[in-house]
């Protein structure tokens, strides 16, 4: 079906200003009209999806996920985790390079996007930095980039040289591509497995310092102000600590360019929530203090923090069940996000829905450059998202798209249920099967 | 002028704590929190008649029951105190050990606990090397799990026996315990407690029969944020400080094998922590010298303090057996976990 009319929902676009009841015409994979409600029934022969009492929003985006393609299927899969993207709401989500072998090249990058992975949404790869992420050697930026990278970082194995680091922001610069540090000085977390502090101390566990996180995010943001004249842009992954928060806030007001998301699991759960060893609450960053989860609400409600994106890291169930300073780092979060950020964000501290959709969509399209994307407006592609915004549920792992069930929301309330999500255009998932034609 | 109010932060409800994610076996002992202090009182109390029981009698009490005992780390003093104290209830028991084992070809703890589970182990006392071990097999096997001590974090046996020591010498001829027991008693605990699971046991187990604990080292080995662990501890940089406010004395080792790259000058340490005979006499002339095990002669501790009348090191080997006859007892007879 080439011919898609949703109608009788309330349209909410935030990038274009929009919340309003809107039906909208999707053709060949774009937007081709909007109108009031009724108007489109039926044109061009469309096939129509009920979207009275839902809201219809652009299909969203998380700029920080790992697919584990190549290499690691028996995590997951590109077919398996854009599966989970859908299902969660998202049509676009940017691929992390720790794979095997590390996505350090334009074949890989392209390897990723090939119609034979199966993807059920748009993949956006981001190719490592240095060469295997070793940290030693640029990789070729502008052949990535023109195979369709839309970032590039050292994700785990941050660039701790300065030197190296400097050289990453110029050179990413020049070919107008976003550097994403994964900010840990890994010096300061060896053999550690949560956040540093009274927990750690008490479960007998090694702890990473705030610092580690801080320290690394102040380097970059001096490194990106010697570069200034050259306009890096510097993006912070999955933000965590209070004062690497700050210190982007610092910067920014600074005139840089600087950005930083921050995680679900970072702006909802504590260093509390490891409990007694639960490997399903370790991940990296870790959960950090209350005070640190703290600043990252604030930094969510006052505009700080530019998106939200999950750091959806599947991992095997036997991985897992491991002694907790043996277990791989990382949570799925693509199910779950916008479940979460419906129920806390604005459910429970009151932020406007176009705002939380905006962190969702919007910011974070704008972020990396994703043309066309994160809006609902026409021309753009046909990216929608079509949820009830009143329905709680239950998030129940064992249902999941994903291959993994490593998540500590098993169980948790959520508030605001997917019913479509349509990437470029094609249904890719609905919550049940009758499509009103 | 108007005063200006402080903008006060908004209050936000944010997520529950978690919740324990099962319902531990009646009679697991995996830290000394999972017991209440009537609890601690039943374990004193049985260990004291266990002691005194005749051995023909003792022998019945677990007779022919299959515990094994699981240890990824060596061990002289749990390993065969728990071995012995089985035994003397008339259990049968079976060591496994890391190195000579299918561990060694990587078999996860998880499934080591299912393969002795299915070859008929109706318990299993685990040493492991890394904390929260003994959690996992729990959840793993549903079997009573007795930990032996978890990598930095818990070992609870030796907080018992700690504590039956300090009972005997302290508080003469009483056998249970109340929470006000070791009212105005304060016990130090010097050395490597950031490593240290004995410490851990220790510092959650006394306050809750009344003690004051004081933990004594460098920033090194004892960092700030332990005092916060529970009630009842408080840290002392000042060694001769501490003993002079103490009644028993509980040196631990420097465990070299987990200090992980942590530089430590151990001539400064003994300089500022080494329990000599003259600072016993001058400072705590009358306290229980305590020490866990193994003892490095020289090092944290004195031969003379060692084999001195104050201590009482030998005797908490002993009370070790006494103390996990009990809790073996308890976890195989304890409600829903043992034999009608």
Redesign the interface.
Known sequence: MTVLAICGGRLVDPAAGVDAAKDILLENGRVVEIAGPGKLKGKNGAGVLDATGLVVAPGLIDIHVHLREPGQAYKETIATGTAAAAAGGFTSVAAMPNTVPVNDSPEITRWMQAPERGAQVRVFPIAAATRGSKGETINDYAALKSAGAVAVTDDGRPILKDSMMRETLAAAARVGLTVIQHAEDTRMTQGASMNLGPVSFKLGLRGMPPEAESSMVERDIRLVAELRESHPHLHVAHTSTAAALAAVRQARRNGLRVTCEVAPHHFLLTEEHVGLYNTHAKMSPPLRSAADRDAMIEGILDGTVDAIATDHAPHAMHEKEVEFEMAPNGITGLETALGLSLRWLHGEWKMPLGRVLSLLSAQPAALLGLKGRGTLTVGSYADAVVFDPQTEWTYRATESKSKAKNTPFDGWPMLGKVRWTVSEGRVVYAAQKTLDV | MKPVLPTTRRL????P??V??FPYHPGSLLSVLDLSVDGVSRLLVRATELDDEDPILRDHILAKRRIALLFYESSTRTRTSFELACKALGADTTLVSNLSSSIEKGE???DTGLTLRALGAEAIILR?S????A??LEE?TRLPVINAG?????HPTQALLDLRTILTHLRPGLEGVKPDTLAGVTVMITGDI?HS?VA?SNMLLLPRVGARVLLVGPKELL?E??A??GPGIEIERDFEAALAQSQAVMMLRIQAERL??LQLDLDEYKANYQLTGQRLAAHAPSAVVLHPGPIIRGMEITAGVADGVQSAILEQVTNGLAIRMAVMERALTAEGGGRS
């Open positions: 936000r409800s944010t997520p704590a978690p324990s994610p996860s703890l998880k492991h890394i904390s929260g071990g959690w996992l793993s978890d990598g930095m974090h818990e950031l699971r851990r960092p944020q332990a916060r662990s992980a790259g």
